[in-house]
Nanobody
């Protein structure tokens, strides 16, 4: 599966961005699509994930209530709506696919496919 992430940009604090992740082929219902982010000098960290079949979601604590992950099954596309952005959200955002079945994995090591990343910069 090839993933293409897009939608990043440079915005001011409080603004919104919508990231998209397009998969090159069908995503199976028991797979998860996740978003991670990596700031300079830091490890890649979990942001949010969605179970492709059923739509259950999981969020990292600091983005709850501000970010929303969704999936468009017909278009093999996942979105990450990011509202009320803060400078701490500045990072390169990556989408990934986890094929390991039930539940959610928050470790990047458990994801099998990755997109190329899209950069988000939030200034104060």
């Amino acid at each position: 599966v090839q993933l293409q992430a897009s939608g990043g940009g440079s915005v001011q604090r409080g603004a919104s961005l919508r990231l998209s992740c397009v998969a090159s082929r069908h995503i199976f219902s028991n797979w998860n699509v996740g978003w991670f982010r990596q700031a300079p000098g830091k490890e890649r960290e979990f942001v949010a994930a969605i179970k492709w079949g059923g739509g259950a979601t999981e969020y990292e604590e600091s983005v709850k209530g501000r970010f929303t992950i969704s999936g468009d099954i017909g278009k093999n596309t996942a979105h990450l709506q990011m509202n009320s952005l803060e400078p701490e959200d500045t990072a390169v955002y990556y989408c990934g696919v986890d094929r390991s079945g039930p539940g959610f994995r928050v470790s990047a090591l458990r994801y099998d496919y990755w997109g190329q990343g899209t950069e988000v910069t939030v200034s104060s």
